[in-house]
Structures are given as structure tokens and as C-alpha cells.
């Protein structure tokens, strides 16, 4: 929490919620993209010939 206190220091409410509301979506975005390369892995595995399925 102090942190978030220290970032968000000089900032108005609006801009505090638009850089939270910015935050969120990249977090989102990486967790996406970290899922799709995991089914990309469990796909590749699978179709791989001798190797165990995950």
C-alpha cells in the first residue's frame, strides 16, 4: 500500500483512476498472452511423438 501511495503521489483522482484502470488492462493482457503460450506449449507437446502429454 505505501507504495501505491508513493507512485500515486502528485496525481488528481481522475488521472490516479485512468493509471489504475491502464494498469489493470496490462496486467490482463500479459496474463492472456502467458495462457495462450501455455496452450500453445500443451498443444505442441501433445502432438510431439514420444513425448508425455502435459
Known sequence: ?????????????????????LLHRVVENLERRRG????RERIRAAASPGQVRV
Do not use: D, N
Not at 501505491?4 to 488528481?12: K, N, T, W, Y
Not at 495462450?36 to 496452450?39: I, K, T, V
Open 1 to 21: 500500500m505505501a507504495v501505491e501511495q508513493g507512485v500515486m503521489a502528485g496525481f488528481s483522482a481522475k488521472e490516479e483512476e485512468q493509471l489504475l484502470r
Open 36 to 39: 495462450s503460450a501455455l496452450r
